[in-house]
C-alpha cells in the first residue's frame, strides 16, 4: 500500500480521505481496539496526504469510517475476512470466511443525496444527522441503552427521541448502514445455523495489534542483518518491512 484514496458518501463538506502507508511505528502506537485509538491511527495516516491540512477524523460519519476500515483491511491482507467460531450447538470448532467484497457491495450506498449541513428531514418534524466518531467517543463507557439515548439526543435536531427514536434508528440504518451485521454461518458438524456479529472495526483493530510479536519479530530481523536504527526500520512502509525479511528468511 503506496497511499490509498477512499471517497466519502455520508460526511457532509469532505470529498474522501487520503491515507499514505502504514509504517511499523504507526502499527506500534496503536494501544487498544477502541474508536479513540481508530480515530488517531486514522489521522496519523491523514496527515501528510490531503494537501497538508490535517483531517479531522472525529467528525467523519460512522458508516463512512467503516468502509475508510475495510479499504485499508483490503489493502493490507485482501478481500478475504476468515475467522474460527465454536458452534453454539454441538460446540465443535469450524473455520468462517467470507468476501469483504461481497460485504460491500451488498451495503454499497445509493445515490443519497448529503444537505450541505448533514441534516436530514425525512418527514415533517423530524431532523437529524448522522452520527460521528466524536458522538461515539462522547457516550464511550456508558451503560448500553444510555448510550443509546445520548447518542440519539446529540444527533437528533428536531424530534422526540422517546416517541421517534426507533424509527429515526431505521431511518439512519437505512440511509448510512454500518458494516457491524450479523452474518449466517452454518457449522459443517451439525449443520445448525447460527449468527455471527461481524463488527469491521473491531474485527480490523483486533488483527492489527495481534502481529505486534510479527512486527517485533521483523524489526529484530531486519536489525541484526542491516544494522539499521530502530527508527529507520518503524518507518519503513509495512510492505517494504515485510519484503526485506523475506528476503532475508528467504520466503
Given amino acids: 500500500m503506496n497511499g490509498l484514496f477512499i471517497p466519502f458518501h455520508f460526511t457532509p463538506g469532505a470529498k474522501g480521505i487520503y491515507l499514505r502507508a502504514l509504517t511499523g511505528a504507526d502499527e506500534l502506537s496503536v494501544g487498544t481496539i477502541n474508536t479513540a485509538s481508530v480515530l488517531s491511527l486514522l489521522r496519523l495516516l491523514s496527515q501528510n496526504g490531503n494537501n497538508g491540512e490535517e483531517i479531522d477524523t472525529g467528525s467523519i460519519v460512522t458508516a463512512d469510517r467503516d468502509r475508510v476500515i475495510a479499504q485499508l483491511y483490503r489493502s493490507l491482507y485482501g478481500a478475504k475476512i476468515a475467522s474460527t467460531l465454536e458452534c453454539d450447538g454441538c460446540g465443535q470448532k469450524f473455520d468462517f470466511d467470507f468476501s469483504l467484497d461481497d ?50 439526543e446529540r444527533c437528533l435536531a428536531v424530534g422526540e427521541p422517546e416517541t421517534n427514536g426507533k424509527n429515526i434508528q431505521l431511518k439512519m440504518a437505512e440511509l448510512a448502514p454500518v458494516l457491524s451485521q450479523e452474518i449466517q454461518a452454518v457449522c459443517p458438524e451439525c449443520n445448525r445455523v447460527q449468527q455471527v456479529l461481524f463488527d469491521m472495526q473491531s474485527f480490523f483493530m483486533l488483527r492489527l495489534t495481534g502481529e505486534r510479536r510479527n512486527l517485533l519479530e521483523e524489526v529484530h530481523l531486519i536489525a541484526s542483518h542491516y544494522h539499521w536504527s530502530h527508527r529507520e526500520i518503524l518507518e519503513l512502509p509495512r510492505s517494504e518491512r515485510k519484503s526485506y525479511a523475506a528476503l532475508i528468511t528467504g520466503n
Wanted: no cysteine; proline share 10%.
Fill in 103 to 152: 460485504l460491500l457491495a451488498h451495503f454499497h450506498p445509493g445515490q443519497v443525496l448529503i444537505p450541505d449541513d448533514g441534516m436530514y428531514e425525512p418527514e415533517p418534524g423530524i431532523r437529524f444527522r448522522l452520527p460521528t466518531g466524536e458522538d461515539e467517543l462522547a457516550v464511550q463507557g456508558l451503560d448500553g441503552a444510555i448510550a443509546e439515548n445520548m447518542l440519539l
